[in-house]
């Protein structure tokens, strides 16, 4: 860069760049553990190492193809639990909005530039808006010798600002070094995320045996206490979890936990044509009740059997009040990509206005204008004389800048609700930045006098 003759005339300039994903220069360098270029950045251009990344448009969340969003028999917490692990899966060198260079610098493995960027004024309890640290950083990549220098200046093991912990961002990608690392220094293997998942069942899901022999070694409960579902359930369900089921049985996992619906491991494992898994736990199974022919063959005749029956309304509306909670968490938590997710698969069974515009309120906030303004439409035409469907619709066309038809939908909710002025809370917070705020209020002030 000195080569270049980039100098203290041009640090404007050159912090001002950033890339497709949101990451300026000295982030850049601290990815690729480029201490002499960070120290250039830092040292003469005063570079701040807690700079956060920029917002921009990440990659979208597409789940497994094991989450059937359209199977209504799919337990919900397995669902929910897939959308949750699915979006942590799809973070690492793509827009995370808030990483500092920090943290970029962890996913190097370069203990050096860490060091240098920690010493210079970086933050180590800093997280980005994922509420990932930089100890989160290191564990997710697998760097180890950065995960240990982190823990020994202090770094709390069991970190968690609302998102997760290290060692269960580490089962969510298999990543059993760093993994072990964070059990050695008495990592919590039982911590539970949002009442679904924990770090065995993110290890369970991602199929990685080390990291689940590594937690069942370190006491992480088999059985999924506190949990809304067990590891048996979320490995039968699967189908073809064979060797994930024997260990989980040979640790004492129990398989007389039924899931929401009432259905056990082994019916679930017939519902997948796994005779191996049925056999495995036919001899540890209690008979079931209303089974006259309780043997292998007979599980799965009557498993099948029931499943073609469609869910009562009682057992319905379970499902549906399990997966709107969930959505609701997960919207608060700011993981708008999971609720939507899990607004999908609700409406996949029943279309609802107010599912539309809790969907079209995520995707605003994810920056998707066109799919906000598509479920807002789908709401207004449920609920023509709903004056939120109409705020719905105005936030979005504000996120297009689509002015005209914002100042339209918005005169219209003040028809359907004259005592309700909500002209510029309308888009307040939704995505959309001060500028376009301003000229909407700009807007409506010269139409509307």
């Known amino acids: 860069m000195k080569r270049l003759g980039v100098g203290i005339g041009n640090r404007a300039a050159v912090f001002s760049y950033t890339n497709k994903h949101g990451f300026g220069v000295l982030h850049c360098a601290a990815f690729q553990g480029h201490l002499e270029v960070c120290k250039y950045l830092v040292e003469e251009l005063g570079g701040d190492p ?50 500092t ?28 808006e994922k509420g990932l640290t930089v100890l989160h950083h290191a564990t997710l990549t697998g760097s180890c010798t950065v995960t240990k220098f982190l823990l020994s200046k202090g770094m709390s093991v069991d970190i968690d600002f609302g998102h997760g912990t290290p060692l269960f961002h580490a089962a969510t ?4 070094k760093t993994l072990k690392i964070l059990l050695d220094h008495h990592a919590n293997p039982n911590f ?24 069942i070694k370190a006491g992480a409960d088999v059985n999924g206490k506190g949990t809304f579902t067990s590891p048996l ?27 929401d619906l ?76 999971v609720a939507s997710k899990i607004y999908d698969s609700l409406l996949d069974r029943a279309p609802d206005a107010t599912l539309y515009s809790n969907r079209s309120l995520c995707k605003l906030l994810m920056g998707d204008g066109e799919g906000a303004l598509s479920d807002a439409y789908q ?51 939704y995505g959309v930045d001060e500028s376009q705020q301003r000229g909407m209020t700009i807007y409506l002030q010269h139409v509307l006098g």
């Open 50 to 99: 807690n700079i956060p990344a920029a917002a921009t448009e990440g990659p979208s969340l597409t789940l497994q193809p094991f989450w059937k969003t359209g199977c209504c028999h799919m337990s919900a917490w397995h669902f929910t639990l897939g959308c949750m692990i699915c979006a942590k899966c799809a973070f690492t060198f793509f827009s995370i909005a808030g990483l």
């Open 101 to 128: 260079p920090v943290m970029a610098s962890a996913q190097s493995g370069d203990v050096f530039t860490v060091k240098y960027l920690l010493d210079h004024g970086g933050e180590l309890m800093k997280s980005d």
């Open 173 to 176: 990608v298999g990543q059993d």
């Open 192 to 215: 539970i995320f949002s009442g679904i998942g924990n770090p065995l069942m993110a290890a369970l899901v991602n199929r990685s045996l080390k990291c689940m022999k590594l937690l």
């Open 233 to 259: 359930l979320v490995a039968t369900e699967q189908g073809g979890y064979t060797n994930f089921i024997q260990l989980l049985l040979k640790a004492g996992a129990d398989p007389n936990i039924p899931d």
């Open 262 to 337: 009432g259905r056990l491991p082994i019916e679930l494992a017939a519902l997948n044509d796994c005779t191996d898994e049925v056999e495995m736990l036919f001899p540890l199974t209690s008979p079931i009740p209303d089974l006259p022919n309780w043997s292998v063959d007979g599980v799965i005749s009557h498993a099948k059997l029931k499943n073609e029956k469609p869910l009562d309304e009682r057992q319905s509306n379970i499902r549906k009040a399990i997966l709107k909670s969930q959505a609701d968490m997960a919207f608060r938590r700011k993981e708008y990509d």
């Open 379 to 429: 709401c207004r035409r449920m609920r023509p004389d709903w004056a939120k469907a109409c705020y719905r619709q105005a936030a979005a066309h504000m996120l297009l800048k689509e002015y005209k038809q914002a100042h339209d939908a918005l005169l219209d909710a003040q028809n359907l609700d004259p005592g309700n002025d909500e002209r510029e809370r309308a888009t307040e917070g």
